[in-house]
């Protein structure tokens, strides 16, 4: 197919799966891109990549469709710089920005690009936040370091998570709007309102245990120090999770030893154990089987027999 009914069917896309835009492309030697896209309720979240472009959203295109959205995008490659609101942001890696689908805007990507896309209707962004469209942060470049930089983690987590596992994905992205209402205020200067505070407080706590989580040192008093929050605050932003954070906690270190298995066959267990955050080998037995309904040894037979059985025919390449 000619790059320029690559590049058509390209912006059809676009236009088909966020709003209605014109794309052009940047001269190169040939065009390819991409989109992984999942949906959570009032939340769309993809993932795409492509060559430079131009993309513009004018008032024709606008006039075009009822829909109205607030998009928030996380380069995660490359670099542009998107106006609206006669204001111009350069993104970067890690930087978060927002746009509103109601008002014109333009995104330059000078180079091979990346990013992760959150797609909310602004009705229902209104009503988690209060701000009217001329309160918005649109076009206000925003680093990955600071507050804001929670939910840019989680959403670039989500939209990798999607890829590899859909269900997973489905269960973390319960907070999904308020964490982006959560920094949607931030960004505007606000606090967050207090639904999402909690949302907020609770990613904040999660990134923390992430980080942290193999360290077999790590309890919940620990956990309330380094969020810098009382034992009493902790529990109560777990309450969905009948067992409180130490549950939340033993599931990370168990899906930590999971790979760890799956990825090393030759690893003794005893070393998943310690490189997971266990104390001790008989407390990783326990909690993984609690989890996972079996014992290490056993996932790890399984996974490879089945790895043996659906491994497709070696085929040979012209």
Known sequence: MPASERFDQWE??????????AVSPVPQESFHGWIRRGSYGDVEVSALGSGAQHVRRTKSLIARTDDEFLTATIQT??????????????????????????????????DDWGMSVVQVPLSRLRERTGLTGA????????????????????????TRLQHTNP???????????????????????QGPPPRSADAFARERVLVYMRRHCTDPALTAQRIALGCKMSRRALYRIFDDFEEGPAAVLRRMRVNIAAELLLRDPLL?????????????????????????????????KAAVALHNTVRPPLVNQP
Not at 169 to 185: E, H, K, M, T
């Open 268 to 300: 003794p267990v005893s070393a998943v154990a310690h490189a997971s955050g266990f104390a001790t080998e008989r407390q990783f037995y326990r909690s993984f089987r609690h989890e996972k309904g079996t014992t290490p040894s056993a996932f790890r």
């Open 12 to 21: 059809a896309h676009l236009s088909d799966f966020y709003v209605p835009l």
């Open 135 to 158: 309160d918005l942060p649109t076009a206000i470049a925003i680093p990955e370091q600071g507050a804001v930089g929670v939910v840019t983690r989680f959403f670039r987590d989500l």
């Open 167 to 189: 269900e997973q994905a489905r269960l973390l992205a319960a907070p999904a709007l308020d964490l982006l209402a959560s920094a949607v205020r931030l960004a505007a200067g």
């Open 77 to 110: 490659k490359g670099r542009g710089r998107l106006y609206q609101d006669d204001r111009v942001a350069e993104v970067v890696p890690g930087t978060l920005v927002f746009y509103d689908s109601t008002r014109p805007y333009a995104f330059d990507l000078d």
